[in-house]
């Protein structure tokens, strides 16, 4: 029996698939490798992840439907899927909104045309993101929240995705779950999030924006917290009940927001070096404060995060002097 995991070699699907493997599950691991991000990170992920024998690594375009159906070796063998491949980044949909329908709406629906089809499937999990909220007012963002007022295409394709994935579960039977996961930093982060773009400008003495005046909040959720709330919920696939299909959603962060001026102190810090700091204005499709309720992945998987910024933050610049040799 093995799991399922598209982008593999991305920040959140490398460390799942690094604790699937270290708890004795085999991993067939998905990813086409692009070149969104640094493609030398991403192949030093992958590069662990190869070390343990129960890991296979396909090259393979979510998108390309069948092309990614027929690159999967032993396919009764899969017993769950981990869905998060995704084109990330807010401000990237701007210039280049063909790449997220291709991969985000095209992409969810080949992965779940391939789980209708996998027999021995017991579970689909997949990705979403707290930016589905978009202009919501209310706080802390609940899961029984409208959630039809996105500001940037990125929320739009995954709000899609999520809608798909309750239509699938609904007409094939299919026990899905999606995670709206809420700003997740630490080792391994990728090159384009807060964590990483301000360690690097720190260390390198060039300045960093603080959009909104710096008067920004943000649930910052560490890397091992998101691992284990992932790992919970797999573990307890969803089962239709009442006339519902079995699907369900959950919010995971750490339900602290916390503000962006202490986030960066907490990085000179641990850097030893303070930051150039330049303000701007909000940026379009930006929001200025995310906060998760988390009382359902509580309440049915005991869920608690147990990292806070003091603890995450200098782990992850840790990682970063020792990944580029500072």
Request: with cysteine; charged share 25%.
């Amino acid at each position: 029996m093995s799991t399922l995991v598209t982008g593999a070699a991305g920040f959140i699907g490398y460390h799942l698939s690094e604790a699937l493997l270290a708890r004795g599950d085999a991993v067939i691991g998905v990813d086409d490798l692009n070149d969104y991000y640094s493609v030398k990170l991403k192949e030093s992920r992958l590069n662990r992840l190869r070390l343990h024998k129960a890991f296979r690594f396909v090259k393979a375009d979510i998108a390309e439907r069948e092309a990614f159906a027929d690159a999967l070796p032993d396919k009764a063998s899969i017993t769950a899927v981990v869905h998060m491949a995704a084109q990330a980044g807010v401000r990237y949909s701007f210039e280049h909104p063909d790449v997220y329908v291709r991969t985000n709406v095209a992409g969810q629906l080949s992965v779940l045309e391939l789980c209708r089809r996998l027999r021995a499937l017991k579970h689909l999990v997949y990705a979403s993101t707290s930016s589905v909220y978009g202009g919501n007012q209310k706080l802390p963002f609940s899961e029984d929240d409208r959630v039809d007022d996105p500001v940037s295409l990125y929320a739009a394709t995954k709000k899609s995705a999520e809608l798909m994935s309750h239509v699938y579960a609904g007409l094939h039977g299919i026990p899905t779950t999606g995670l709206r996961f809420f700003t997740v930093y630490g080792p391994w982060g990728r090159p384009d999030m807060s964590a990483y773009l301000f360690t690097d400008a720190i260390f390198a003495g060039r300045p960093i924006t603080l959009f909104n005046g710096g008067d920004m909040r943000r649930d910052f959720t560490y890397i091992d917290d998101i691992v284990d709330g992932v790992l919970r919920v797999l573990n307890g696939p969803p089962v239709a009940r009442d006339g519902a299909p079995p699907e369900r959603l959950y919010n995971i962060g750490n339900h602290r927001p916390e503000e962006l001026t202490r986030y960066v102190a907490l990085l000179e810090a641990a850097i030893g070096k303070k930051a150039i700091v330049e303000f701007a204005p909000m940026q379009p499709g930006d929001v200025k404060e995310t906060y998760a309720d988390i009382t359902a992945i509580q309440r049915d998987f005991g869920f608690q995060p147990r990292t806070s910024i003091e603890l995450g933050v200098p782990r992850f610049v840790a990682w970063f002097k020792a990944y580029h040799g500072v």
